[in-house]
């Protein structure tokens, strides 16, 4: 669960992180309010729900039905690891 949303917010703070180094690229301080006016902000949060949803949207489709996780148990008098079945 924590993986899914780490990879959702790495996703979603992508073009923020992209703007911080295209502003020091141009030798400028990124954390200067005037660099991050309304238009600045909502073009990086768009850009950043539209990186997070496609995110999504590729792991619903990529996702591997793996089955019910059988846990280990002793059967016979011998131990059978756990797995996915």
Do not use: D
């Not at 992508?14 to 909502?42: D, M, N, S």
């Not at 590729?58 to 280990?72: D, I, M, S």
């Amino acid at each position: 669960m924590w993986r899914a949303f780490l990879e959702t917010a790495l996703l979603f703070l992508t073009p923020f992180v992209a703007y911080v180094a295209f502003q020091l690229l141009q030798r400028r301080w990124p954390f200067v309010a005037e660099l991050w006016h309304g238009r600045v902000v909502t073009a990086l949060t768009i850009a950043g729900l539209v990186c997070a949803i496609a995110g999504m949207v590729t792991l619903a489709f990529t996702w591997r039905e793996q089955g019910a996780y059988v846990p280990a148990h002793v059967e016979n008098g011998r131990l059978v690891p756990g797995a996915f079945r």
